[in-house]
Structure formats: structure tokens, C-alpha cells
């Protein structure tokens, strides 16, 4: 379960939430102006709550559960993935799970009222006559039919008694109505099947595979070993490869697919039985259902993360819960800032002018078995770290032969700046750093030239630093040879930031004694436009319709 969200909407919930959040390990988030204190402030309910519902986290409001209702509803599609909503009352006495029953919701509200001395508002009624939900096993166990799950708890509560057929402790110790001949069968068996009738077949997670190899025929291989031995893929707990080895990007997605944890062993796994040795694949068969935690390690995996310009609305739910996962953070420590904290979470921050040191190091961690995210501001595949990760990976293929790497898309300065304007870069567009740190200002120039020569909008990213001054100087003479005087320039400063400002001018005009590192200048083409609406507000855009020949165009011809 990802880490849980605990929010308030008022001074006093602001209150019951930094005290129940250690309790969960959670994150607390207060409503702007009204909740202080908090690890994170939101202005808009909606849009929070759904950011938090979307990227998966556990949601704890403290409020009343109408709230919660009213901003979820639209959001709601499968219960079986939706995660752990409840409603904690103002005064801590009343915890009430509404999502998430089939996945640790009503768990949760146990947990929590135990830990609070408050009463859990149980509805469910399978949950809170037997102690348990029938459709939601614990870890260890795969339910192989979900959809008898409903009938069969009808039955029970209806008066028929049960029989368990197989080991479950987490059976036996509820309060199901059990008896040896119980006309419910409850089967708990690692071998494929057919679900007993009017019964459930719970698989217990006790088989680990062995590769001597991490490629896609292993798991072609896996799969008629368990068709031959007659057990379930259900009944896998994770697949094993040996330490050091590299791991196909196939095999890893195949073993995503079925929902397979991979472990990396520096020995063969000794306990249990071995069940079956052929084709490079060993199968071993547990007592009793283990955790894939408990054996070697996690390849690891680097995610590159792009935060977005600022605005906490415009991180991606990807990109979130890749900085949720993360064990580690690595990146400069301006954006490091940005990201919001977890407990027991590790950072790294270094200055901004060793990318490639700072890849290396995130590849490193994860060659450790951890999870890692760098992050950069905007989109990171836009002037941002994942080029710099990939140069590092590309640079040594075979040092790190187990690591995953992982790119999200983000929200791009360019993006968010085109968006306070309109539509400047509705058409054709280019986009050109001028930073002279990493290519030749000759390039720079070269590119911009050739840019303005073929009309297009001009997105450009870091114009001007303190002592870099000159570059913009020039670059503006380039593209006023190219360009019209009056052709609409943009400044799109600190967009999704403190202190966020947007001026619209005439390249004529554009000085660039008013423009810094934070700056966006957005250079329109010959076609795009600037039109003031009646309440003021003036809006640029290139127009997507063309012509030719007297003939109207659009982009799709």
C-alpha cells in the first residue's frame, strides 16, 4: 500500500491530522488558509483529492464522509482497484471506510481505531459479521474467483455454515460459521482448477521460481512447468534470477503482467521443496504462503521524474507515485524543494552542473535494489535529467545489467507558459535553449537562425543568467532579422510559482535587460495573433487554419 493521505479542511481537522498521520505513516494535506501546519497545502479540494485518488494513495479525510462522497463520485469505475477511502469525524471518536473494502480499506479503519480508541464504522455486512471480506484475502492468498465472492457471502449470512478445505488461519480464526460439513466449500489449494460449486478456491502464494537466465523464453518455460505439475499461477510468490546477471526488459514486463515480483539471488533458495528442476527453471514449493521480501533483492529501478514548472496541481499522477515509491530522491537541490516529503525517504542534492555525475549516482542506488526517482523541474525528457540518465546508461550498458529505467511525462515550462497565453504554440513550433554550457554558442545560433528563418514559434528556455547576458543580446538580433518588429513576444516568468507574471509585447519592444533564467520567451510566428477580451485579459495565439493559393488549411491537410 502506498503512503496513505491524511487530510484537513479546518483548523481543528488540521489538528487530528498531524496526530493521526504517524499513525498510518501518512502525509498530511490542510486546505489553504484554513488547515495550517501541514506537510502540504491545496487550494482546490476537487482537484487534490482526485490527484490523490488517481495516483492510488489511501485517503483519510477528516470530515465529514458527505465531503468525500460528493468529490469522488464522478471518479468512481472498479472496486477491486479503487484504493482505501475513509472519514475520520472531527473528534476522532468515528472512523468510516467508503472505498476501497477489497483493498485494506476496512483493515485500515481497524487499525486506526484501535490505535485512536474510536469505534470503525463497519457497514459492509460480511465484514462485520464475520470479521473479514471474503473477496479480499490477505497477502499470502489469491482469490481465483472474485465474482462467486458476493453469493457465497449471502449464503453464510443467510444461515449456511462453511467448510474449509485446505490450511488458512485467517479462515479459521474469523468468525465464519464453520463446521465439517458445511455446505460452502471454502478450498485453499495451489493446484489450477475449477472453484468447488457455489464454493470459493483460494490459491496460497507458496511456489517460487529459479532462473538460471532473465529473458522472455524463461517465462514461456515457467508457464509449461506449471502447466505440467497442474499448480496455479496464482500460487507463485516471485521469480528469482541470479544476482549480477542482466534482466531482459521483456522478461521484466512479463513478469509485471502476471503480477510477479523479481527477486535477485547471489545463492540458490534453499528452503522448502524442490519440486521441479528442467529447461534452466526450478520450481520449490513452501509450507506455508511466504514474502517475496524475504528472499535476495529487488532489481531496482531509476524513474525519472518531471515535477512540472511549480504548480502542485500540474505534477502528473505518475510522476507522483513515482515519488511516492521512491526510497531514494536524487537531483538539484532547488527541485529536490519541490518535491514533497516522505518519512523515512532518503535525498540527494547537488548543484545543478553535474547531471551525468548525478545519473551515475541514481543508477548506483538502484543497482542496490532501491527505488529511485530523479527529478527535474517541467517535463524531464525537455532540457531536463532523463537525456542525462540515458547518456549515463548508454555510456556504461553492461554496469548496471539489472537496473529498471523508467521516464514519466510531465508538465513543460513551455506548456505551462502556453497555456497562461492561449494558444501561442498552437502550429509548428521549435524549441531552443540558449544556454552555452552544454553546446556551442555557434549552435545555438545556427538553430535559431535556421528556426526564425522557417516561421515557426519559438519556445526558448534558459534566455539570460546573471553573468550570461550577451546570448540574448545576440539571439535577439538573429531573430529580428528574421521577424517582423511587431511580431508578439511573451514573457512567461516563475509560471506556477511565487510571484507568476505574463506580459505580452511586440518583439520590437521585448528588452532584455528585464528578462532572467526564470524567464520563458515565447517568440510567436508570422501568423500568430494577440486579441484583448472585454474583461481585459489579452490572450496570444498562432491559429491552426493556413493559406495557400487564397485556400484555407488546416494542420490535419
Not at 523464453?217 to 496464482?234: C, I, S, T
Not at 534453499?270 to 521480501?293: C, M, T
Not at 507574471?501 to 511586440?506: G, H, N, Q
Not at 532572467?516 to 495573433?529: A, L, P, Y
Request: aromatic content about 4%.
Amino acid at each position: 500500500m502506498t503512503r496513505p493521505a491524511v487530510i484537513a479542511f479546518n483548523a481543528a481537522g488540521a489538528e487530528l491530522a498531524a496526530r493521526v498521520a504517524p499513525l498510518i505513516d501518512g502525509e498530511t494535506f490542510g486546505l489553504e488558509g484554513r488547515a495550517p501546519n501541514l506537510d502540504q497545502t491545496f487550494a482546490d479540494a476537487g482537484a487534490q483529492v482526485a490527484d490523490l485518488f488517481r495516483a492510488g494513495r489511501p485517503i483519510l479525510g477528516v470530515c465529514a464522509a458527505g465531503i468525500l462522497i460528493r468529490l469522488l463520485a464522478p471518479l468512481l469505475k472498479d472496486k477491486r482497484a479503487e484504493p482505501p477511502v475513509l472519514a475520520l469525524s472531527d473528534d476522532g471518536e468515528i472512523v468510516v471506510p467508503l472505498l476501497g473494502g477489497l483493498t485494506g480499506g476496512d483493515a485500515l479503519a481497524r487499525g486506526l481505531a484501535a490505535a485512536l480508541d474510536a469505534t470503525p464504522a463497519i457497514t459492509g455486512a460480511g465484514a462485520r459479521r464475520f470479521g473479514l471480506v471474503l473477496e479480499s484475502p490477505p497477502p499470502g492468498y489469491a482469490l481465483a474467483n472474485p465474482d462467486a465472492a458476493k453469493a457465497v457471502t449471502s449464503d453464510l449470512l443467510a444461515g449456511a455454515s462453511a467448510r474449509i478445505e485446505g490450511e488458512a488461519p485467517w479462515l479459521e480464526a474469523s468468525d465464519l460459521p464453520l463446521a465439517d460439513d458445511g455446505v460452502v466449500a471454502l478450498r485453499v489449494s495451489e493446484l489450477a482448477g475449477e472453484p468447488p460449486a457455489g464454493g470459493l478456491l483460494y490459491h496460497p502464494k507458496i511456489v517460487a521460481a529459479e532462473f538460471d537466465r532473465a529473458d522472455p523464453d524463461a517465462v514461456e518455460r515457467l508457464d509449461f512447468a506449471l502447466a505440467k505439475l497442474g499448480l496455479a499461477p496464482q500460487s507463485l510468490v516471485f521469480a528469482a534470477a541470479p544476482d549480477g546477471a542482466p534482466v531482459d526488459h521483456r522478461f521484466r514486463a512479463l513478469l509485471a503482467a502476471r503480477g510477479l515480483p523479481l527477486r535477485l539471488l547471489d545463492r540458490r533458495i534453499e528452503d522448502g521443496e524442490e519440486i521441479l528442476q528442467e529447461a534452466g527453471v526450478r520450481l520449490r514449493r513452501f509450507a506455508s504462503p511466504v514474502a517475496a521480501g524475504d528472499y535476495g533483492r529487488a532489481p531496482g529501478r531509476v524513474t525519472v521524474v518531471g515535477l512540472g514548472p511549480g504548480a502542485k496541481g500540474w505534477l502528473a499522477p505518475e510522476a507522483a507515485a513515482a515519488l511516492d515509491r521512491a526510497d531514494d530522491l536524487v537531483g538539484y537541490e532547488g527541485y529536490l524543494a519541490m518535491a514533497p516529503e516522505r518519512a523515512g525517504q532518503r535525498r540527494h542534492g547537488s548543484d545543478n552542473r553535474v547531471e551525468i555525475e548525478r545519473a551515475r549516482a541514481a543508477l548506483a542506488l538502484a543497482a542496490q535494489g532501491r527505488e529511485v526517482a530523479v527529478v527535474s523541474s517541467g517535463d524531464s525528457g525537455v532540457f531536463g535529467m532523463a537525456a542525462a540518465v540515458m547518456e549515463a546508461a548508454a555510456a556504461e550498458p553492461a554496469r548496471w545489467p539489472s537496473v529498471a529505467i523508467e521516464v514519466t511525462p510531465g508538465i513543460s515550462a513551455m506548456q505551462a507558459a502556453a497555456a497562461r497565453l492561449g494558444a501561442p504554440l498552437g502550429h509548428d513550433f521549435a524549441v531552443i535553449s540558449l544556454s552555452d554550457l552544454l553546446k556551442p554558442w555557434e549552435t545555438i545560433a545556427a538553430r535559431l537562425d535556421a528556426a526564425a528563418a522557417a516561421d515557426f514559434a519559438l519556445a526558448l528556455y534558459n534566455p539570460a543568467s546573471l553573468r550570461r547576458r550577451q546570448q540574448l543580446v545576440d539571439a535577439l538580433e538573429i531573430v529580428r532579422r528574421r521577424r517582423a518588429p511587431g511580431t508578439p513576444v511573451a514573457l512567461a516568468r516563475n509560471v506556477g510559482r511565487e510571484g507568476e507574471s505574463v506580459r505580452v509585447m511586440t518583439l520590437g519592444e521585448l528588452d532584455p535587460a528585464v528578462v532572467d533564467m526564470r524567464t520563458m520567451i515565447v517568440v510567436g510566428s508570422s501568423r500568430t495573433r494577440v486579441f484583448a477580451r472585454s474583461d481585459g485579459r489579452v490572450w496570444m495565439y498562432t491559429p491552426r487554419v493556413y493559406e495557400l493559393d487564397g485556400q484555407a488549411l488546416t494542420q490535419d491537410g
